[in-house]
């Protein structure tokens, strides 16, 4: 190892996260192939799903950060072929097919009662006997989506709003005992049992006890984030700080990950043993606001000193920055945001607004944005980009994408 991780600066500590994160690679000049974004998916860990389409679909936009061009159906060929698999891996996710063992024990929880999730668990105890004819419907007549068995005699409200069916479904994807075998083109979940969507080596692996599987969902979430406090870690697979944390002493004690510290930060960090530190970062990407370089709000402040919060669900008058705003990496710094949009039927990339961090000198990053900017739109199949007057890097955007 060129150096031993044990004190380090803070930009050192963001090559080791953008690093770990899958920004460390040239990208290719032809489009990346499902192959690829398979790979990416096992690096990264998890690769969180939401339904926003305002621009693209969010899981779409961690791929293409790191990939650049790609196959915009990698990810449904990737989940037919059994490489990837839905879950509640982070939020909903797409996560690596060898790890689905690692999630039997939060699977087995909520079907025991041992962890209670929303209105699932006790709308299944009100409804037992519905939800296992439902189940059974499943396994005899094959995939379905929560429409095609829906009971709902009313317009359907709010996002969120389920009828009995979806709620039965849902407790049984939470439970394993569905999976998703895809989406649908209206986005909404394909259900089928796991004997019809795992592969056979995954499907009869051994199932790890829950301290042995937690400990595992650790390692890999120190190595996918490169840098991490013990909360990051718990974080990155949603585990409670409580339960992980003498986890991870028990890491630190075998070796497996090592206590360092960073400049300015107050908790110790971690690193897996194996971790090395690249020497330079030179990345140029838009960012998901689900991305998992970003999820983490008070992360992103302590590693890149960059303040982030989404305002989707903001009301439009009290937004700072705009509806579906990207965070913006150059180097190993995040240099600003851009509030984007896809307008389909004018084959435009629309920027309604373009912040640069205090202190960015926007001739030293605009070209490069620019460049990024005018891939995403050649990747989307848009023909033009557009970019607003909101925000104090709209001019110098501008004049560089006219360029």
């Given at each position: 190892?060129?150096?031993?991780?044990?004190?380090?600066?803070?930009?050192?500590?963001?090559?080791?996260?953008?690093?770990?994160?899958?920004?460390?690679?040239?990208?290719?000049?032809?489009?990346?192939?499902?192959?690829?974004?398979?790979?990416?998916?096992?690096?990264?860990?998890?690769?969180?799903?939401?339904?926003?389409?305002?621009?693209?679909?969010?899981?779409?936009?961690?791929?293409?950060?790191?990939?650049?061009?790609?196959?915009?159906?990698?990810?449904?060929?990737?989940?037919?072929?059994?490489?990837?698999?839905?879950?509640?891996?982070?939020?909903?996710?797409?996560?690596?097919?060898?790890?689905?063992?690692?999630?039997?024990?939060?699977?087995?929880?909520?079907?025991?009662?041992?962890?209670?999730?929303?209105?699932?668990?006790?709308?299944?105890?009100?409804?037992?006997?519905?939800?296992?004819?439902?189940?059974?419907?499943?396994?005899?007549?094959?995939?379905?989506?929560?429409?095609?068995?829906?009971?709902?005699?009313?317009?359907?409200?709010?996002?969120?709003?389920?009828?009995?069916?979806?709620?039965?479904?849902?407790?049984?994807?939470?439970?394993?005992?569905?999976?998703?075998?895809?989406?649908?083109?209206?986005?909404?979940?394909?259900?089928?049992?796991?004997?019809?969507?795992?592969?056979?080596?995954?499907?009869?692996?051994?199932?790890?006890?829950?301290?042995?599987?937690?400990?595992?969902?650790?390692?890999?979430?120190?190595?996918?984030?490169?840098?991490?406090?013990?909360?990051?870690?718990?974080?990155?697979?949603?585990?409670?700080?409580?339960?992980?944390?003498?986890?991870?002493?028990?890491?630190?004690?075998?070796?497996?990950?090592r206590e360092v510290s960073v400049d300015g930060w107050k908790q110790p960090a971690l690193v897996h043993r194996d971790s090395k530190l690249p020497a330079r970062m030179n990345a140029v990407a838009l960012l998901s606001?689900?991305?998992?370089?970003?999820?983490?709000?008070?992360?992103?402040?302590?590693?890149?000193?960059?303040?982030?919060?989404?305002?989707?669900?903001?009301?439009?008058?009290?937004?700072?920055?705009?509806?579906?705003?990207?965070?913006?990496?150059?180097?190993?710094?995040?240099?600003?945001?851009?509030?984007?949009?896809?307008?389909?039927?004018?084959?435009?990339?629309?920027?309604?607004?373009?912040?640069?961090?205090?202190?960015?000198?926007?001739?030293?990053?605009?070209?490069?944005?620019?460049?990024?900017?005018?891939?995403?739109?050649?990747?989307?199949?848009?023909?033009?980009?557009?970019?607003?007057?909101?925000?104090?890097?709209?001019?110098?955007?501008?004049?560089?994408?006219?360029?």
């Amino acid at each position: 190892m060129p150096k031993r991780l044990d004190e380090l600066s803070i930009v050192e500590a963001r090559r080791l996260a953008l690093a770990a994160q899958g920004f460390g690679s040239t990208r290719t000049r032809s489009a990346s192939s499902t192959a690829d974004v398979v790979a990416l998916v096992k690096k990264l860990g998890v690769v969180q799903i939401d339904s926003v389409n305002v621009l693209v679909r969010s899981q779409e936009l961690p791929l293409f950060a790191r990939l650049g061009n790609h196959d915009r159906s990698a990810i449904p060929k990737a989940t037919s072929q059994g490489k990837i698999f839905e879950y509640w891996g982070h939020e909903a996710a797409h996560l690596p097919i060898e790890i689905q063992p690692l999630f039997r024990w939060k699977m087995h929880a909520a079907r025991t009662g041992k962890a209670k999730h929303w209105g699932l668990t006790s709308f299944y105890e009100g409804n037992k006997a519905y939800v296992n004819r439902l189940l059974k419907h499943v396994e005899k007549n094959g995939p379905l989506t929560a429409r095609a068995v829906s009971t709902r005699t009313e317009k359907k409200g709010t996002w969120w709003d389920w009828d009995e069916a979806k709620t039965a479904l849902e407790y049984l994807f939470l439970t394993g005992q569905v999976m998703s075998s895809g989406r649908g083109s209206d986005f909404a979940r394909v259900y089928d049992v796991p004997e019809r969507v795992l592969p056979a080596k995954v499907l009869n692996a051994a199932t790890p006890n829950e301290r042995d599987a937690r400990k595992q969902l650790l390692v890999r979430a120190a190595v996918a984030q490169g840098i991490a406090t013990a909360d990051d870690l718990a974080d990155y697979y949603r585990q409670r700080p409580a339960a992980a944390k003498p986890l991870i002493a028990e890491l630190v004690e075998d070796g497996v990950l090592r206590e360092v510290s960073v400049d300015g930060w107050k908790q110790p960090a971690l690193v897996h043993r194996d971790s090395k530190l690249p020497a330079r970062m030179n990345a140029v990407a838009l960012l998901s606001p689900f991305d998992s370089l970003v999820w983490c709000r008070p992360r992103n402040e302590r590693l890149f000193n960059f303040h982030y919060r989404i305002e989707i669900y903001t009301p439009k008058p009290k937004r700072k920055f705009g509806y579906y705003v990207l965070p913006v990496l150059c180097g190993d710094t995040l240099v600003g945001r851009l509030d984007m949009k896809s307008d389909r039927a004018a084959s435009t990339l629309r920027i309604e607004g373009a912040y640069l961090e205090r202190g960015v000198s926007a001739p030293r990053v605009a070209g490069s944005i620019a460049r990024e900017v005018r891939s995403m739109a050649d990747w989307l199949g848009l023909e033009r980009t557009f970019v607003g007057p909101r925000g104090d890097f709209s001019l110098a955007l501008r004049i560089a994408l006219n360029k």
